[in-house]
């Protein structure tokens, strides 16, 4: 499946997309953040696409003027997430190519896969979480309308061997109705 936005174009990954992937994905700013180590090689990137990137609902975030895959959104079903194990209920994760920050990208993707989730999927609740100090996360989670739902001590980070505090946020298809609705009255 292939999703659009006004400037972007949300699709499967594939094994061409290893060198960009490679070009964002080895910054060490943007993987740590996430809870995953810089890549090594444009061979490490492709092994992720072919073993990371393979849920039904994970797509590669490009731009609609070249195709390039710059990032990536998932939806996180059922079996994939720890955050809940129903059925209609899913975690949704991101990140973006640090020369793409601050030009609302992420927020774009994010919208149009909560819309897939809740309209094509009947989602009843997207959760997500980010570390402790990912301020960019939690901007993009704010202005997704997603509402902070707890904190968690001691997360295992497993890919980085480390141990972060959490912060779990939620949006409820309930409350994006409303907003849907409030963003179409404006």
């Known amino acids: 499946m292939t999703l659009k936005t006004n400037r972007l174009i949300l699709r499967p990954w594939r094994e061409s997309d ?21 890549h090594k090689n444009v061979e490490e990137s492709l092994e992720v696409i072919r073993n990371v990137f393979t849920g039904k609902e994970c797509y590669a975030v490009c731009l609609q003027e070249d195709g390039r895959a710059i990032g990536a959104v998932e939806l996180k079903l059922k079996g994939k997430t720890d955050l809940t194990d129903r059925e209609d209920e899913c975690e949704l994760g ?43 996360s939690k901007r993009v989670q704010e202005k997704c309308g997603f509402v902070y739902h707890h904190t968690a ?34």
Not at 108 to 121: C, I, W, Y
Request: glycine share 10%; charged share 30%.
């Open 18 to 38: 290893a060198e960009s992937l490679y070009e964002y994905a080895k910054d060490p700013l943007v993987g740590p953040a996430a809870g995953w180590p810089p």
């Open 94 to 136: 991101y990140w973006i190519g640090r020369p793409f920050w601050g030009r609302g990208c992420i927020p774009e993707a994010v919208r149009e896969l909560l819309r897939h989730g809740f309209e094509d999927l009947g989602m009843r609740a997207v959760w997500c979480e980010s570390y402790d100090g990912n301020i960019k």
């Open 153 to 186: 001590e001691n997360c295992s980070v497993p890919f980085l061997g480390e141990v972060r505090t959490c912060h779990v946020s939620l949006l409820t298809a309930e409350n994006w109705k409303k907003i849907r609705a409030e963003e179409q009255e404006d």
